[in-house]
């Protein structure tokens, strides 16, 4: 008999159909209480859980008593309980590599589109304002041979640093918890401490995970290091920046600006200042929202629940020490 699996997430018709030849699958349309209820058996039975974004905790975890993997289809996993899945022995599988080049793209993307007022301007050509030769209030601010510090210097770093160094001719900062020799000989990247990182970069661009040690790691204190010209950029998770520190920097004109692909709650609510600031571009965490990449993503998810319910956890495994 095949085992159950839990999907929730649609999928694309063919990674659907290899998922079913491996599986009995359930879709559900999400994981809360009430989906978890109505399917009551198949939740009971699963032993294996497929989706993303969602939150998967010990309340979650004690109506599943046969799961034995979880795929999510991001990189990041902090929507998980970490320790609730080791109690269990539950492998947690995800997908770095597969978009790590897209999402150093949006990266790239956020610090042109903020030093060069691309989305701000491009609204007032829409608006009918663009009537004579433009002077200096359409004018941005220069991106090559500034100062890019990374605060996160992993996969996506490093993909972003590449960019920075052979296409712009950015000097490179990072801060890190350990050397990263590839950055240093690839890319003449320097390593500094965070405030030291903060005080001297133009573009400040954090790519961290979200953990308890980077929860609000960017306050109200450390954005004051930043020079009033400097722009923050946010890739990583909303809740590693101080998102209320953040607006009071924007309005007093501490920073520049601020490119933001992540929030502290998402969807970003209606009536967040963010969205009345000119200075700042707020994306959709379309991090690695191209159709390549999401269906690379997916298919990564697909093999990696497959591989985990046959006991192979040697890649792409969070805690593959506790299923072993
Ligand atoms: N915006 C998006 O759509 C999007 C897409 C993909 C990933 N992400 C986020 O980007 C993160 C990074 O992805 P990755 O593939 O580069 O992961 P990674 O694990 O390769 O890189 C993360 C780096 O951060 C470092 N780090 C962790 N805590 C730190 C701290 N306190 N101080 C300094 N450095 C610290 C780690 O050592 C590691 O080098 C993900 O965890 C996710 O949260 C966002
Ligand atoms: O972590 C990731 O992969 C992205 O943020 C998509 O959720």
Known sequence: MKP????YKSLPDDLLARLESHFTVTQVKNLSPETVEQHAEAFANAEGLLGSSEKVDEALLAKMPKLRATSTVSVGYDN?????LNARRIALMHTPTV?????????MTLVLTTARRALEVAERVKKGEWTKSIGPDWFGIDVHHKTLGIVGMGRIGLALAQRAHFGFGMPILYNARRQHQEAEERFNARPCDLDTLLRESDFVCIVL?????THHLI???KIALMKPSAILINAGRGPVVDEPALIDALKAGKIHAAGLDVFEQEPLP?????LSMPNVVALPHIGSATHETRYNMAACAV????DALNGNVEKNCVNPQTVK
Do not use: R, Y
Not at 80 to 84: E, G, I, N, P
Not at 209 to 213: I, N, V, Y
């Open 4 to 7: 159950s699996v839990i999907l």
């Open 80 to 84: 998980f309980d970490v320790d609730a």
């Open 99 to 107: 978009l790590t080049e897209t999402v150093a793209d949006t990266l």
């Open 209 to 213: 995970p979200l953990t308890e040690e």
């Open 219 to 221: 306050n109200a204190e």
């Open 270 to 274: 209606a009536d967040s200042p963010l």
């Open 303 to 306: 093999d990696n629940l497959i």
